[in-house]
């Protein structure tokens, strides 16, 4: 909350702990720099130390600080972001202080995609940490099926992992029901990254483009490298092809509005917020089975194998060239983001955390 380039953090989780904010006291614990103006007044901040100092004596002096508090006002619960380091310490400060510890898993916390070199696990001293996290915590979430099931396979664990979704504010996103016309306008909204896939993403939308009039606008981070214009200039699409750079999230409607279909093109994602975010807005989606479209399936979006370029043009041409399975695809997303949205979301929080605190924290 209130941290990163733009002072907005995750979108989706500072939303989360506003909602949540309503029910329960939260202090919340951080190092980095926040833009205060951007945390609801219902949290209280704890920003422990503001100079450079190695990251260890921060956790050490975190924990000074966290006992103070909890010595004058005894905290019920602590909720971790990530195994590490926040897991873990969070893990510690449970057992010192004798509270229950619920760890959420958001990304690569339980993943390990060696040809890419992504995920905790790759890392042999990340994933026994991970592994002694997911032992010590007394409640574990992840906030997908799909997120479930790698975990459970890349950690070989049997305990216990609630599947606890974060969702969108569907409220900022104006519904649009449209139909394609031409150039169809595709969108893809995610940082610059092997994980992200962007060159399957841009050799099928060269694909496309020799069969219908297009243009793709990429909203992200970190394409200004060589790589990119290289790749772009061999496909030849560099004309067809607009980089807005990073935007605040308030701006997204406004490129969401006169898109007709999200291509996303991840090895491995989660909940993924800007997949929501389309439904949300009546564009179509057209990605990769991981995350929530695996969880989902193909009644709410057009679904390919990740990696699989030659299946992902056909997909995207399928969506532009069947008028009624787009309007079908986009209707029914639009009407289940709606249904399972962010107040959605808070509420099973809420609904867990009450029952963790009920049984005292023995859940294992």
Known sequence: MGGGPLGEGIPVLADLFNRLSRTFDIVYYCFSPIDSAKVPPTIKVRRVVSWRLPGRLKYVLL?????IDHLFNRYALIFAVAAYPTGWWA???GKIVGRPVLVQFIALEAVALYD????NLTKPWLRKVTENVCKWTTALVTVAEYQKKVAQHSLSTRREIAVLPLRVDTKIFQYRARTVSHPVQFIHIAYYSPIKDQHTLFAAFASVTQVIDCHLTVVGDGFGVPIVQTLLKDLNITDKVT??????HSELPLYFHPAHILVHTSHFETGCAVIQEAMASGVAVCGTEVGI????GDRYAAIVPPGD???LAEKMLELVNTPGRYREIS???FEWISKYDAAWSAHQYQLFIQEMLI???SQS
């Open 63 to 67: 924990c000074a600080r966290f006992a």
């Open 91 to 93: 893990a510690v400060l």
């Open 116 to 119: 890419i070199g992504y995920g």
């Open 243 to 248: 980089f807005t750079g990073q935007l605040p």
């Open 293 to 296: 479209l695996a969880d989902i």
């Open 309 to 311: 370029r030659a299946k």
């Open 331 to 333: 209707r029914e997303a």
């Open 359 to 361: 049984k005292g924290g």
